[in-house]
C-alpha cells in the first residue's frame, strides 16, 4: 500500500501574503504563496552575538534602572511615600498599587521619588498609556537588560521581557506610569506571578479587581511655593514675589506649578506679571475628554503664555501641532526636515525644547508630553495656536511627513528597523481622529504600516487598516483612481493570507476587470492584477484557471514587455510553479530551467530572483522523484542565499527548510532533522514563537519525527503547532487545517486511531465547508480518511471513499497527477487487502504503465507500485 499521505513532506516554506506582482517560492509538496520583485540585494539583517541565548546573569548583577530623577524639585508628600512603603511590604503574588488624581497632581513624581529610593535589581519605568505603549516599554526593558536584542521586532524583545519578570519575581519593580485603561495593564499583569507594580493613572473608579488604590491630592500651599521658588532660582536669585499667588491660581497642581516657574524662570517673567498674564488671556476649558477637567484647564492656561512666547521662533507653533498627533515618545526628529531648512528647525526645537513643551532626548527622537499634545490637536477659537484650520493642516500635515518618510520596500531587512521606528506614529495618527478625515496620505501610511506588518505575522491588525485606507481613496480620489485600485489589489492579498478566499477572489476579479476598462489590458498594473487573480485561483485549488490566467499573463508580458523583462520572467516563473502544483513535471521542470538560466544571464548569480528560481527548480526535480540533482541544487541555493542575503534573512530560512525537507524526501533523516531543528529556532529567535513561518517550521520538525519514528516528540509538538495555528491564524485557516491533518497522522503512526479518525473526519469536513468538495486539500483529506478506514480494517467504508476520491483527483487534478496516481495506487491495495484480486492486479498493472510514463524509473512511486503488483500477482 502506498504511504499514507500524498502530501508528506511539510507544508510549504514561504511569505505569508504578497504584494502586486510576484515570483513564487516552492517549498513541502506544494506551490506556495508568491513573491514579487525583489530589490536589489542589500546589506544582510544580520543580529549582534549577544542577540542569542538568554538574558545574562551579569546585565542583572548590575542593576537596571530608567527611574527618572527628581531631586531638589521633589517637595513634601512624606505621608504618600510612607503609605506606599508600607503597601509594597507583604511578600507573595504580584503587589499591584494604583495612584489615581487630577491630572498633573503630581503622580509620576511621587512615583519616581518612592521609586528611586527602593532596593530592587531592576526598576523600571513604563509610560503606559496605551496597549501598544506598554509592549513597547516592556520591549525597552528587554534591550536594556541585553542591548542585542535590539535588532529584533518589538514583538520578540517585549516577550522575552516578560519571561524574564516571571522568572525573577523578587528581583524587580515596575512603575506604569499615567495608565488609561486597566484593561491596557491587564495582559501584561496576568503573565507576571510575583514581582512589585505601581501604577499611577487618572482614574479613580475601576481599579477595585486590579489593584490597591492610594488617592494623591493636590500639594500643600506651602510645598507648592517651595517647589516654584526653587525652579524659578535654580540659575541665581530672582524676585519670588507674588509666588504663593501664582500657586494658589494654579490651586497647587504640580505640574501647573512647576510649568509656571520654568516659564518664569526661562523668560524673565516675574510671578505677578505671570498673573497678569494669566488673567488676561485664560485658556477656554477644555473639552469633556479622558484628559478634561481642572489639570487640562490649568495647563491650557500655561500653554497658550508659553506659546505666546514661542511663537517668536518661526515655525515652533507649526512644528508642535504636528507632533501633537504622533506618539508622545520617540519621535524621530529627522521626520521635521522636510518642514524648512535645518537652521528654521534646528531653531524651532530648541525653543520648545527651552520651554519644556517637547524634549530632545539627544538619540535623533523627541518626546512631547502627551497633555501638551492634546492640547495642541483640540481646536479652541480663542486660542490663537489652535485655531481649527491650523490643527486641521497640522494632521494632515503629520499624514504626508510620515508617508514620505517610509521606505518604498517592507521585504528588505534593512528597512526593518525604519519601518519599526514609524509604525507606533502611524498608529497614533489615525487614533487621534475619525477616518472622515483621513487622506491620501493617510491610507498611504495605513497600507504601509499593513504590508510590513502581513509580512511579520500579525494578521488581526492588517485588514482593518487596509480596509480604511481603501475607504480613504476611495472617498478621496475615486472609485477608479489608480491607487485607489492597488489598494483594492492589496486588500484581496491580505485576505488571501488569512485563508479567506471567499473574499479574495471576487475582490481579485472585480480589480481586474476595473483595471482593464480603466487602464487598459495591456497596462503594468493591469497585468499584475492579473497575476494575483491567477495565484489566488491556485490557492483556492481551482488549478485550471490558475494555469491557464498565468499562460495569459505570460503571453501577454512577453508581448508587452519582452521575453527578458523581470516581470515576464516572474510571470514564466509563476507557471512553472502552476504546473508544479497541478502535477504536470514534464512542462514544469524544463520551464523552470528555462527560467533559471535567463535570469542568470539577465539578472545575475546572485540576485534575490535568481536565488527563488534555483530553489524552485530544485523542488521540481524534488517532486519528479530526481532527488540526486534536487539535493544538490538545494545545498547549493542555500549557501548563496547565505552568502548574498545573511544567515537570517526570510528566504534564507526558507530555503534552509526546504533542503531539510529534500534530505527528508531522500530518507537522510539524519541531516533533515537538526536542520528543521535549527531553523525552527532561528525563525522563534528573529520573528517570533507565533510568526506563520515559525508555525510552519514547528509543524515541518514534527513531521519530521513522525517519519524518524519518535513519535514522543512528534504528537506533542504537532499538537502544540496546531493549538498555535488556531489561536494566532483561526480555526479554519488553510495552514491550521494542514497542522490539524498531520496531528491526526500523527495519532494513527501512533496506532491511536480511536484519536485520528475523529481528527480526521472533522478536518475533511472541515475542508469541503471551507475550501470546497473539490480542493485539492480537500481531495487530500478524504484519502487520509480512507487510509485510516483501511488502517482498522474497515474495507466498506474505505473502498467508497477511495473510488469517490479516485473520481474528484481526476476530474480536478488529470489522470496523470502524482495524488492522482496515489490515490489510484491505495484503491488498488484496499482492493486487495478485501481479496478483490480480480480488481486489484488491472489496476495496478495500468498504474504501473501511467507512473512509467508520466514519472522517472526510479521515482519511489514507481518502485512502490512495482512491489505491489508483484505482491498481488504472488497472491493471485
Not at 336 to 354: C, F, R, S, Y
Not at 386 to 395: I, K, P, S, T, Y
Not at 425 to 439: E, G, K, R
Not at 512 to 526: F, I, K, P, Q
Request: glycine content about 6%.
Amino acid at each position: 500500500m502506498i504511504g499514507k499521505r500524498a502530501a508528506s513532506h511539510g507544508q510549504p516554506e514561504a511569505p505569508p501574503s504578497l504584494h502586486g506582482d510576484r515570483g513564487s517560492i516552492v517549498a513541502g509538496n506544494d506551490v506556495v504563496n508568491s513573491v514579487t520583485q525583489y530589490v536589489e540585494a542589500r546589506q544582510a539583517f544580520v543580529l549582534p552575538p549577544d542577540a542569542y541565548g538568554p538574558i545574562p546573569a551579569e546585565a542583572v548583577d548590575r542593576g537596571v534602572s530608567n527611574i527618572p530623577a527628581t531631586g531638589e524639585m521633589f517637595v513634601g508628600r512624606a505621608s504618600e511615600l510612607a503609605s506606599l512603603d508600607e503597601a509594597f511590604t507583604a511578600p507573595g503574588e504580584v503587589l499591584v498599587q494604583a495612584v489615581h488624581g487630577l491630572g498633573g497632581v503630581g503622580k509620576s513624581a511621587l512615583a519616581a521619588q518612592w521609586a528611586a529610593g527602593r532596593k530592587e535589581t531592576v526598576r523600571w519605568w513604563i509610560v503606559a498609556d496605551t496597549a501598544p505603549a506598554v509592549d513597547a516599554g516592556v520591549a525597552a526593558l528587554a534591550r536594556a537588560l541585553q542591548p542585542g536584542l535590539a535588532g529584533l521586532p518589538a514583538e520578540i524583545q517585549t516577550e522575552r521581557a516578560i519571561r524574564w519578570l516571571a522568572d525573577h519575581p523578587d528581583q524587580w519593580l515596575l512603575v506604569l506610569d499615567n495608565v488609561e485603561a486597566p484593561a491596557h495593564i491587564r495582559p501584561l499583569l496576568d503573565r507576571v506571578p510575583g514581582g512589585r507594580v505601581l501604577v499611577t493613572t487618572r482614574l479613580a473608579s475601576g481599579w477595585h479587581r486590579h489593584a490597591a488604590v492610594v488617592r494623591l491630592g493636590v500639594l500643600e500651599p506651602a510645598d507648592a511655593v517651595k517647589l516654584f521658588k526653587r525652579i524659578l532660582g535654580q540659575h541665581g536669585p530672582r524676585d519670588h514675589t507674588g509666588a504663593d499667588a501664582v500657586c494658589a491660581e494654579l490651586g497647587h497642581l504640580a505640574l501647573a506649578v512647576e510649568q509656571a516657574a520654568a516659564y518664569c524662570a526661562e523668560t524673565g517673567t516675574s510671578p505677578l506679571t505671570y498673573l497678569e498674564r494669566l488673567a488676561s488671556w485664560p485658556a477656554a476649558m477644555y473639552a469633556a475628554t479622558a484628559e478634561g477637567g481642572d489639570s487640562a484647564r490649568t495647563c491650557a492656561r500655561i500653554w497658550r503664555l508659553t506659546l505666546d512666547r514661542v511663537d517668536t521662533t518661526p515655525l515652533a507653533g507649526d512644528l508642535l501641532r504636528l507632533l501633537a498627533w504622533y506618539a508622545p515618545d520617540r519621535i524621530p526628529r529627522d521626520l521635521l526636515a522636510p518642514l524648512a531648512t535645518p537652521p528654521e528647525v534646528d531653531a524651532a526645537i530648541g525653543k520648545l525644547a527651552a520651554y519644556n513643551m517637547i524634549t530632545d532626548n539627544h538619540d535623533g527622537t523627541l518626546t512631547v508630553h502627551r497633555l501638551v499634545q492634546a492640547l495642541a490637536r483640540t481646536p479652541d477659537p480663542d486660542d490663537p495656536h489652535r485655531q481649527a484650520d491650523d490643527v486641521d493642516q497640522a494632521r494632515d500635515d503629520a499624514a504626508e511627513v510620515l508617508a514620505k518618510a517610509y521606505p518604498a520596500v517592507s521585504e528588505d531587512p534593512a528597512n526593518w528597523p525604519r519601518y519599526q521606528q514609524l509604525i507606533p506614529h502611524t498608529d497614533a495618527l489615525v487614533s487621534h481622529h475619525s477616518s472622515d478625515y483621513d487622506t491620501h496620505a493617510t491610507a498611504c501610511v495605513l497600507d504601509r504600516a499593513a504590508t510590513y506588518r502581513q509580512h511579520h505575522g500579525a494578521p488581526t491588525l492588517v485588514l482593518p487598516a487596509l480596509r480604511r485606507a481603501l475607504a480613504a481613496c476611495e472617498r478621496v480620489l475615486g472609485e477608479d483612481h489608480p491607487d485607489t485600485l492597488s489598494l483594492r489589489n492589496n486588500l484581496a492579498n491580505a485576505y488571501e493570507s488569512v485563508g479567506d478566499l471567499k473574499r479574495a477572489v471576487p475582490l481579485h476579479e472585480t480589480t481586474l476587470a476595473t483595471r482593464e476598462r480603466v487602464l487598459g489590458r495591456d497596462h503594468l498594473h493591469t497585468l499584475n492584477s492579473r497575476n494575483s487573480l491567477a495565484h489566488a485561483y491556485g490557492s483556492a485549488g481551482d488549478l485550471k484557471r490558475a494555469i491557464s490566467l498565468h499562460e495569459t499573463t505570460l503571453a501577454t508580458r512577453e508581448r508587452v514587455l519582452g521575453h527578458d523583462h523581470p516581470h515576464t520572467l516572474n510571470s514564466r516563473h509563476n507557471l512553472a510553479n502552476a504546473y508544479t502544483s497541478a502535477g504536470d513535471l514534464k512542462r514544469a521542470v524544463p520551464l523552470h530551467e528555462t527560467t533559471l538560466a535567463t535570469r542568470e544571464r539577465v539578472l545575475g548569480h546572485d540576485h534575490p530572483d535568481t536565488l527563488v528560481s534555483r530553489g524552485g527548480l530544485a523542488n521540481a526535480y524534488r517532486l519528479a522523484g530526481d532527488l540526486k540533482r534536487a539535493v544538490p541544487l538545494h545545498e547549493a541555493d542555500l549557501a548563496d542565499c547565505e552568502r548574498v542575503l545573511g544567515q537570517d534573512h526570510p528566504h534564507t530560512l526558507v530555503s534552509r527548510g526546504n533542503l531539510a525537507n529534500a534530505y527528508e524526501s531522500a530518507g537522510d533523516l539524519k541531516r533533515a532533522v537538526p536542520l528543521h531543528e535549527t531553523t525552527l529556532a532561528t525563525r522563534e529567535r528573529v520573528l517570533g514563537h507565533d510568526h506563520p513561518h515559525t508555525l510552519n517550521s514547528r509543524h515541518n520538525l514534527a513531521h519530521a519525527y513522525t517519519s524518524a519514528g519518535d513519535l514522543k516528540r512528534a504528537v506533542p509538538l504537532h499538537e502544540t503547532t496546531l493549538a498555535g495555528c488556531e489561536r494566532v491564524l483561526g480555526q479554519d485557516h488553510p495552514h491550521t487545517l494542514v497542522s490539524r491533518g498531520s496531528l491526526a497522522h500523527a495519532y494513527e503512526s501512533a496506532g491511536d486511531l480511536k484519536r485520528a479518525i475523529p481528527l480526521y473526519r472533522a478536518n475533511l469536513a472541515a475542508r469541503e465547508r471551507v475550501l470546497g468538495q473539490d480542493h485539492p486539500d480537500t481531495l487530500s483529506s478524504r484519502a487520509d480518511l480512507a487510509n485510516a478506514y483501511t488502517s482498522t480494517g474497515d474495507l466498506k467504508r474505505a473502498v467508497p471513499l477511495y473510488q469517490a476520491n479516485l473520481a474528484g483527483c481526476e476530474r480536478v487534478l488529470g489522470q496523470d497527477h502524482l495524488h492522482t496516481l496515489i490515490t489510484r495506487s491505495n484503491l488498488a491495495g484496499a482492493y486487495g487487502s478485501a481479496g478483490d484480486l480480480k480488481r486489484a492486479v488491472p489496476l495496478y498493472e495500468a498504474i504501473l504503465a501511467d507512473c512509467e510514463r508520466v514519472l522517472s524509473q526510479k521515482h519511489p512511486l514507481v518502485e512502490q507500485v512495482r512491489s505491489n503488483l508483484e505482491h498481488v500477482r504472488a497472491a493471485q
